[in-house]
């Protein structure tokens, strides 16, 4: 059997082949510095946002959870304003009401006694006996008118005129056999106070 041929090569491995290596110029090198720090700026950048947009959401997060408490804390002050306001002004419109009412009663002491009794004798008319009371003070200048306002309703019973000094002025008391009617301001006052008290009440606990 022949011995295997050698292979022999002519090549030498150990010198560089000048035409499969070339040296990089300046400029590719520059280029490729370039090129690298170009992704390195973009990496860093694309970075940064996302670090930022994770800061940004996190503090709008924050700063609507502010925003909500102080909403909150201005709604509650808001509503106790609201409520106190609510208060002074019924106040003030009641006791604007007691003024006017008092002054009223002041220059015309007899206008609401003539309306009651006027309404009586309208619904009264055949009602045998009819007594009204009123203030001692008021009783000559009222009886005159409560006669011709009985006489103009056709009101042909007895009619019963008396002055009492413990009736308020403007107060008057009506009474006939089976029923009666009194106007009486501080029962009225009293009315109002209550019924105001109970609307404030439940506006408080509505509250």
Known sequence: MAAPAKFLFDMDFGVPDKAREKPATASEIAQKIASAEARAYRDGYDAAQREAKAESDRRSALALEEIGIAIKGIATRF?????????EAVDVAVAVARKLCNELISGE???????????????????????????????????????????????????????????????????????????ERAAIEAKINELVGRYMASRDQAG
């Open 79 to 87: 509503s106790g304003v609201e409520t106190r306001m609510e208060t």
């Open 109 to 183: 002491p007899l206008a609401e006694i003539n309306a009651l009794v006027a309404d009586c004798f309208s619904h009264l008319v055949s009602t045998p006996h009819l007594v009204v009371r009123i203030n001692d003070s008021l009783y000559e200048a009222a009886r005159e008118k409560i006669e011709r306002q009985a006489a103009q309703s056709g009101f042909e019973g007895r009619l019963v005129i008396l002055a009492e000094p413990e009736i308020a002025t403007g107060d008057c008391r009506i009474e006939w056999a089976d029923g009666g009617v009194v106007l």
